[in-house]
């Protein structure tokens, strides 16, 4: 393994018969420190995860925050003093008859054999000692540490083989249980867009009530693992390299440990029920803000604990997003399906740089008139076929144009039809307001001329190639599952040869440039 983020959990030996949360007196340590060994390049998020991790452990495990003790920046011996004072703590209250537990998490740099913090190394077997010999009923240690990479940053420098903790007697007599979040191999890699690692922002988030499979409002170690298993490997399938998280573990006693009970909103806590499954992205205030959480939250109430305040919700549907303006109010619930939302499709998240695609097809069916281009005609019906693509920088689309009417001469003695047949290109820009599209563009396009006439007189049937350009202005208002009604029109110009009539004999052809005008209205279709 050339690095590996690891999460190792140590369970002590009695487990309760049913589900239980973490114990009253539980003592979380949570390390953190963005600075490795010198060859190692800074991490950004390292210390930043650390908090998020004390954070929900304290607000949905309700640990006390006199029991929560937070290591940012501090090197080897500071850390190793901690961790012996609070187990020095943990043994007097086991003395006095007391249930406890202790949750060691790190985020940094490391290796196969040491934590790096700041130029100095902490070793790994030194670090399990601690925990595991703690006299906590309950021990967890968490180790988040890796290598660094460019457009995601991957945790650690060293290529290394993947330190390993020996579980054949531990198991046996103390119950010790390890999750890894990525297998040997893989790199753990920290999101700028999420401010953090992929797989500890999906622990938190499990733990605010994403990973509650069974809606009983509480999260077991299960659950958080597996659905940090699912969200890991989705974020990490958007980036160079998979992360596949793992796991082995062999708990003593029956039941699961409770790591967060997120339905038991206390303080400045509510709770957001989102919609239907779908993946939601929530930002601090508005569209913009800080990420709070990307979640595909699990079983039918799908709800999420979060601080009170003011958030912006996208939901990620295959074809649109819905988005809502929510504000999540201290013990209570704020639910999405009672909320209005404004939908936002594809195509337009394309146009505006927000989606996750590169572009988006449209079909078109027009119905069209277009001015006089001979002279005996008046306006000519027209019908519109088009396929386009929509891009960041601007709209293609391919049109088919065909057309066919009659006509006759100015003495209504040479009565024909006139067809025309048009295949060409049009280059648009849209600015989306929250009803309505509006785009403005130019055309081309290659035409067949046909003329047959219906008469007794020697006149042959003509045929003539010619072209057309012009402008284009146009608005959309959208009806729901990926129709559009269209409207649109501008001037037109056309170039072809036309015959030259003197006294009623053809004596001549010339080059014809007429410029009318076009308007057009239809569907339009979206995926």
Not at 89 to 103: D, M, N, P, Y
Not at 181 to 196: N, V, W, Y
Not at 237 to 244: D, E, I, K, P, S
Request: contains cysteine; glycine residues 12%.
């Amino acid at each position: 393994m050339r690095a590996s983020l690891a999460i190792a959990l140590g369970v002590a030996l009695v487990l309760p018969l049913t589900a239980r949360a973490l114990p009253d007196e539980t003592w979380v340590v949570a390390i953190g420190h963005n600075v490795g060994v010198q060859s190692e390049v800074g991490l950004l998020y390292a210390e930043q995860d650390a908090r998020a991790i004390a954070d929900a452990l304290r607000e949905h495990g309700h640990v006390s925050p006199r029991r929560t003790m937070l290591l940012l920046g501090e090197d080897a011996a500071s850390v190793r003093r901690a961790l012996q004072d609070v187990n020095a703590e943990i043994r007097s209250r086991v003395g006095e008859g007391k249930h406890t537990a202790l949750i060691v998490f790190y985020s940094g740099h490391a290796d196969a054999s040491a934590l790096h913090l700041g130029g100095t190394e902490l070793p790994l077997d030194e670090l399990k000692a601690l925990v595991e010999g703690s006299a906590a009923g309950i021990r967890v240690l968490i180790i988040d540490a890796c290598r660094s990479g460019s457009v995601t940053r991957v945790k650690g420098v060293r290529a290394a083989e993947s330190f390993r903790i020996d579980l054949q007697d531990s198991i046996a007599t103390q119950g010790l249980a390890i999750v890894t979040s990525s297998s040997a191999g893989e790199s753990s890699q920290e999101s700028d867009r999420l401010k953090s690692s992929f797989f500890t922002h999906h622990l938190v988030n499990a733990l605010r009530g994403a990973a509650d499979r069974d809606d009983d409002g509480r999260v077991t170690l299960g659950e958080a693992y597996s659905y940090s298993y699912s969200q890991t490997l989705r974020s990490s399938g958007q980036t160079v390299a998979l992360q596949h998280p793992t796991y082995s573990w062999d708990l003593k006693g029956r039941g699961e440990l409770v790591l967060s009970v997120p339905a038991d909103v206390r303080g400045s806590t509510g709770q957001l029920r989102l919609a239907e499954p779908a993946l939601y992205l929530i930002m601090a205030e508005r569209e913009g803000g800080a990420v709070i959480a990307e979640v595909s939250p699990q079983g039918t109430r799908r709800e999420l604990a979060l601080r009170a305040g003011d958030y912006f919700v996208q939901q990620r549907s295959p074809s649109e997003f819905r988005e809502y303006q929510v504000h999540v109010a201290a013990g209570s619930v704020a639910d999405l399906s009672t909320l209005p939302f404004q939908t936002v499709r594809y195509d337009r998240l394309v146009r505006r740089r927000g989606g996750p695609a590169e572009h988006a097809h449209s079909f078109t069916l027009l119905a069209a008139g277009r001015g006089p281009m001979l002279q005996g005609q008046g306006a000519q019906p027209q019908l519109l076929l088009g396929w386009g693509m929509d891009f960041e920088w601007g709209s293609f689309s391919l049109r088919l144009r065909g057309m066919t009417a009659g006509a006759t001469s100015a003495d209504g003695l040479l009565p024909r039809r006139n067809s025309e047949l048009g295949l060409g290109f049009a280059l648009q820009r849209f600015v989306d307001l929250p009803h309505l599209s509006f785009a403005f563009g130019l055309y081309a396009e290659g035409v067949g001329h046909h003329q047959r006439f219906d008469t007794q007189r020697l006149v042959t049937d003509r045929s003539a190639w010619g072209a057309g350009f012009g402008g284009l202005l146009a608005v959309e208002r959208h009806l729901g599952a990926g129709f559009a009604l269209r409207l649109e029109g501008g001037p037109v110009a056309g170039i072809f040869k036309r015959a030259v009539i003197e006294r009623g004999a053809e004596v001549g052809t010339e080059i014809a440039t007429p410029l009318t005008w076009w308007a057009a209205g239809g569907l339009v279709w979206r995926q």
